[in-house]
């Protein structure tokens, strides 16, 4: 990103950083547009920039997640972390008896989000919020591609904090459906909060979590 301005060199390097100089050769001047990468789904283009998940290729577990969207899917949906959008945006392409509320912790998805329904044409209530921090009325559908890192290491405090308290922002008979990674079980969890659950489809990596309030 700076070679056009400045020759870096590196002076030292630790166990989690690395420590460059370098001097500036001419001005620079950000330009937006030069950021942007765009990802072709199911005819669908996303646009994405640094900082916001899946900037650099497609998450193969929102894949797998949107796999098993169906025009059955309808009401009052929450996109739980949605980054830039994606997967109301496959849902929206589904599904047209749907409201979309799509929420991020990151302003830049925020932004995304904007950029994204306007260019597919696609209605939507657009939040920051940490998780259910500013919700406050209930969903048929929550979704979800929640993270399971914090920095560098693997963290399942977000998503079970997800599961546990997605029965206060879900309807009567409302679903809450997931991904995550393969190796991990929330059955317990999902027993404890749900009436039922089952694992919607899996591959060798990812599993879609379906549980019914």
């Known amino acids: 990103m700076l070679n056009n301005w400045i020759v870096l060199k590196k002076?030292?390097?630790?166990?989690?950083?690395?420590?460059?100089?370098?001097?500036?050769?001419?001005?620079?001047?950000?330009?937006?547009?030069?950021?942007?990468?765009?990802?072709?789904?199911?005819?669908?283009?996303?646009?994405?920039?640094?900082?916001?998940?899946?900037?650099?290729?497609?998450?193969?577990?929102?894949?797998?997640?949107?796999?098993?969207?169906?025009?059955?899917?309808?009401?009052?949906?929450?996109?739980?972390?949605?980054?830039?959008?994606?997967?109301?945006?496959?849902?929206?392409?589904?599904?047209?008896?749907?409201?979309?509320?799509?929420?991020d912790i990151n302003l830049i998805s925020l932004f995304l989000c904007k950029i994204n329904l306007f260019h597919h044409r696609i209605k939507g209530n657009i939040l920051p919020s940490n998780l259910y921090s500013n919700i406050n009325k209930q969903f048929d559908v929550i979704i979800c591609n929640p993270p399971i890192h914090r920095d560098l290491k693997m963290s399942l405090k977000t998503i079970i904090n997800m599961i546990q308290q997605s029965a206060n922002y879900l309807k009567t008979k409302g679903e809450l459906r997931f991904v995550t990674n393969r190796f991990l079980s929330f059955d317990r969890i999902l027993n404890d909060t749900f009436n039922k659950y089952t694992?919607?489809?899996?591959?060798?990596?990812?599993?879609?979590?379906?549980a019914i309030i």
């Open 199 to 210: 694992i919607l489809k899996r591959n060798n990596h990812f599993k879609v979590y379906q």
């Open 11 to 103: 002076i030292d390097a630790a166990k989690h950083a690395i420590l460059f100089y370098g001097t500036l050769n001419e001005n620079s001047y950000f330009q937006l547009k030069n950021y942007f990468n765009n990802h072709i789904i199911q005819n669908c283009k996303i646009k994405t920039l640094p900082s916001v998940f899946g900037h650099k290729k497609i998450d193969p577990g929102s894949k797998l997640l949107i796999s098993t969207f169906t025009n059955k899917i309808k009401g009052n949906i929450l996109d739980l972390g949605t980054g830039s959008g994606i997967i109301s945006i496959l849902l929206a392409d589904i599904s047209n008896k749907i409201n979309l509320t799509l929420t």
